[in-house]
């Protein structure tokens, strides 16, 4: 995160973070306006893309009205909050399981990791076949290659163990990375 005491928001700031889309349950308790509704941006099976701006101690989420006062437009916003992310110079490292690669990144942005396909480009060499990845949780980031089905057995262990643990789980999918995209998974061990 930036340094702390940082006050003034501006586009500079803003970094992407990912949610989980919640099931429609009803009626809800609360209802924002659309000036005060978060910008998302769905990314695939049930994760979403939400920008935020690094206050130091915290993060804010960025909101619609949010985009007046930067003026930019949710598109700008998205591609700003990519650059943003890329000029953080992240530490990714991948530290081998039994089946199952891990990609650290520092703790705060491992499962924003799957928003830059030049980190899908360097690890493809690591697996056999396509790149499945799970994101359990925002720290946390598991990919592994679909050739042999016992790799993505492993996947599924590691990603049910995750969400066991972790205090805000994120998501169960697993993802597949076609070399350009990721799109939902739905074979073996799904």
């Known amino acids: ?31 924002l306006s659309d000036e005060d509704s978060p910008v998302e941006r769905y990314l695939v099976a049930d994760l979403l893309l939400l920008y935020a701006f690094d206050l130091g101690s915290h993060y804010q989420i960025v909101a619609h009205r949010d985009l007046k006062s930067l003026g930019v437009s949710a598109d700008e916003l998205h591609d700003r909050a990519l650059s943003n992310l890329r000029r953080l110079e992240l530490d990714v490292r991948a530290h081998q399981g039994d089946r199952t690669i891990m990609l650290t990144a520092g703790g705060n942005y491992e499962a924003t990791l799957i928003v ?12 056999s076949g396509n790149i499945i990845a799970a994101v359990p949780a925002r720290d946390l980031l598991y990919f592994t290659g679909d050739a042999d089905p016992e790799n993505l057995a492993d996947l599924r262990r590691c990603t049910s163990k995750a ?28």
């Not at 586009?11 to 973070?17: C, H, S």
């Not at 830059?116 to 697996?127: F, H, K, Q």
């Not at 969400?163 to 994120?170: A, H, T």
């Open 116 to 127: 830059l396909p030049e980190i899908w480009e360097s690890v493809s060499p690591m697996v």
């Open 163 to 190: 969400l066991e643990q972790v205090d805000k789980p994120l998501s169960r999918a697993f993802i597949r990375w076609t070399g350009t995209k990721w799109e939902k998974y739905t074979g073996f061990a799904e």
């Open 1 to 31: 995160m930036n340094s702390p005491g940082a006050s003034t928001k501006s586009l500079d700031q803003v970094v992407p973070r990912i949610y989980v889309a919640l099931p429609d349950s009803g009626a809800s308790d609360i209802t």
